[in-house]
T-cell receptor
Framework: ELKVEQNPLFLSMQEGKNYTIYCNYS?????LYWYRQDPGKSLESLFV?????AVKQEGRLMASLDTKARLSTLHITAAVHDLSATYFC??????????FGQGTRLTINP | EPEVTQTPSHQVTQMGQEVILRCVPI?????FYWYRQILGQKVEFLVS????????KSEIFDDQFSVERPDGSNFTLKIRSTKLEDSAMYFC??????????????FGPGTRLTVT
């Protein structure tokens, strides 16, 4: 059964700093997704990574995928308070369902 | 931009009652899903639906749950006899058929179900 694990689960950082969230998964997949969730809100799609070596960037966020290592990273550059949220990675299983990681709750302090 | 919509946004019900959660997927999408998220926990898959039938369901999706697409636009999740542990946020999602497939799913705003 596919397992998706994120770390860290909680991350408190200062504005202006850089940090990386890691997402490991247990079985082969070449499709990985990153979502953002604000408290009480829905899941906002951030990145769709479709192949080994894929790298995507949007503003201060950059995501990458290494299918051989079964690892994706979400890198935050020069963090700002607006990026405070919970970030989930998810992997497709069986071409239908998404299996989510536990989420990383990110708090950015001034 | 088209969005998945869900109603109601919040539903409070008593244990043992039936509830129906409603979703309107994006209009040209063909695959529909329900997920749930217990407060503070990860998002869990419940069921996928394609071509008017269930294509996959999780262990959570037992006989108390059912899904239906009663017309060309709505997609519903019914819980026949709610339990306290059904309290969660329920998300509907949909995706279109793409070639090559990205399997990207678009999520609705969610229905918060509270069972008392």
């Amino acid at each position: 059964e596919l397992k998706v694990e994120q770390n860290p689960l909680f991350l408190s950082m200062q504005e202006g700093k850089n940090y990386t969230i890691y997402c490991n998964y247990s079985t082969t997949s070449d499709r990985l997704y990153w979502y953002r969730q604000d408290p009480g809100k829905s899941l906002e799609s951030l990145f769709v990574l479709l192949s080994n070596g894929a790298v995507k960037q949007e503003g201060r966020l950059m995501a990458s995928l290494d299918t051989k290592a079964r690892l994706s990273t979400l890198h935050i550059t020069a963090a700002v308070h607006d990026l405070s949220a919970t970030y989930f990675c998810a992997v497709v299983q069986g071409a239908q369902k998404l299996v989510f990681g536990q989420g990383t709750r990110l708090t950015i302090n001034p | 931009e088209p969005e998945v919509t869900q109603t109601p946004s919040h539903q409070v019900t008593q244990m043992g009652q039936e509830v129906i959660l409603r979703c309107v997927p994006i209009s040209n999408h063909l695959y529909f899903y329900w997920y749930r998220q217990i407060l503070g926990q990860k998002v869990e898959f419940l069921v996928s639906f394609y071509n008017n039938e269930i294509s996959e369901k999780s262990e959570i999706f037992d006989d108390q749950f059912s899904v239906e697409r009663p017309d060309g636009s709505n997609f519903t999740l019914k819980i026949r006899s709610t339990k306290l542990e059904d309290s969660a946020m329920y998300f509907c999602a949909s995706r279109k058929r793409q070639k090559p497939a990205s399997y990207e799913q678009y999520f609705g705003p969610g229905t918060r179900l509270t069972v008392t």
